[in-house]
């Protein structure tokens, strides 16, 4: 205990001298000079300008105004003409070619270009992938299936992951959606000449 309060004492005895800028002789520590900065006034001179509304431009001059023509028909003229619009004789055509006005087959909405393959990128690698899949009832995507592609497995899953984003309108006939088996697609991977 009495060790305990003869450490704390010489802690606060330190503090104090630190503090106080005394050493522990009873000397003073050197002072050091303070700098102060101070802002030179600078005689500054303000420009002013007036300003100056925008010119208008001239205003061009109206139009001259023309004569209005009127042509004078020579010859009699018959004001009574009676033409007959009934339909009374006309035939009713009904027809069903199968199609309705909603028919129509598949249209691409959406088509997300693929991210180029890094390696593909930094070796300067250029290339195609031909692509098989089917377009859904509900216009997306599925089984992807790679046909050909040049350089063989470069491209393939940045083709693949970049064709199941697509969107498509899909096919109708008889007024309902169906799916579309067996639709091919080329992606070209092409660096940017510069």
């Not at 001298?17 to 522990?24: E, F, V």
């Not at 003229?77 to 009934?86: E, G, T």
Request: hydrophobic share 40%.
């Amino acid at each position: 205990m009495v060790l305990a309060c003869v450490a704390m004492f010489g802690l606060f005895w330190t503090l104090h001298a630190l503090i106080s800028g005394t050493t522990g002789a009873g000397g003073t520590s050197e002072i050091l000079p303070t700098v102060d900065f101070l802002r030179l006034a600078k005689n500054f001179e303000i420009e002013t300008r007036e300003r100056k509304p925008p010119e208008m431009p001239d205003r061009p001059e109206a139009p001259p105004e023309v004569p209005v023509q009127s042509q004078q028909i020579q010859g009699p003229v018959n004001n009574n003409i009676a033409i007959n619009m009934s339909l009374e004789n006309t035939t009713q055509v009904k027809a069903n070619f199968g199609l309705s006005s909603t028919d129509g087959e598949y249209l691409p909405i959406v088509k997300v270009a693929p991210m180029y393959p890094a390696r593909a990128q930094t070796q300067g690698i250029e290339g195609w992938v031909l692509l098989k899949f089917t377009v859904t009832e509900a216009g997306t995507v599925v089984d992807p299936v790679v046909l050909e592609s040049s350089p063989p497995g470069v491209f393939d899953e940045a083709a693949k992951k970049a064709v199941t984003k697509f969107k498509y309108k899909p096919r109708v006939e008889s007024g309902r959606p169906i799916a579309v088996p067996n639709v091919q697609h080329l992606i070209r991977f092409e660096l940017d000449k510069k």
